[in-house]
């Protein structure tokens, strides 16, 4: 069973008046974004396990491609965050 899957199984849960307030995953399902915007959009809230090297943003970044600096090599072409990203582990420590 793919991770995406078990959506549904959450929602066949709810549907069938299983009593819960939330759902709990772990770090493999906690850092996949594709299962918890899915389990976010279905209207459930939840918990998850992420791993302590995830990188966070503790201010919502500007993310965009930087201005070509010189006419010489290859234009840029992957996006940058204007603020750095810190460690999950990094944070809990302040």
Same mark, same amino acid.
Do not use: W
């Given at each position: 069973?793919?991770?995406?899957?078990?959506? =549904?199984?959450?929602?066949?849960?709810?549907? +069938?008046?299983?009593?819960?307030?939330?759902? #709990?995953?772990?770090?493999?399902?906690? /850092?996949?974004?594709?299962? %918890?915007?899915?389990?976010? /959009?279905? #209207?459930? =809230?939840?918990? #998850?396990?992420?791993?302590?090297? =995830?990188?966070?943003?503790?201010?919502?970044?500007?993310?965009?491609? !930087?201005? @070509? +600096?010189? %006419? @010489?090599? @290859? !234009?840029?072409?992957?996006?940058?965050?204007?603020?750095?990203?810190? +460690?999950? /582990?990094?944070?809990?420590?302040?």
């Amino acid at each position: 069973m793919e991770k995406v899957d078990n959506c =549904q199984v959450v929602l066949y849960a709810s549907l +069938k008046n299983s009593d819960f307030d939330y759902v #709990g995953v772990d770090a493999l399902y906690g /850092a996949d974004h594709d299962f %918890t915007d899915r389990l976010d /959009a279905m #209207g459930f =809230q939840f918990v #998850g396990d992420i791993c302590s090297n =995830q990188r966070i943003y503790l201010d919502d970044p500007d993310i965009e491609i !930087p201005e @070509r +600096k010189n %006419t @010489r090599g @290859r !234009p840029p072409k992957k996006c940058v965050a204007d603020i750095e990203a810190i +460690k999950v /582990a990094g944070y809990e420590k302040s």
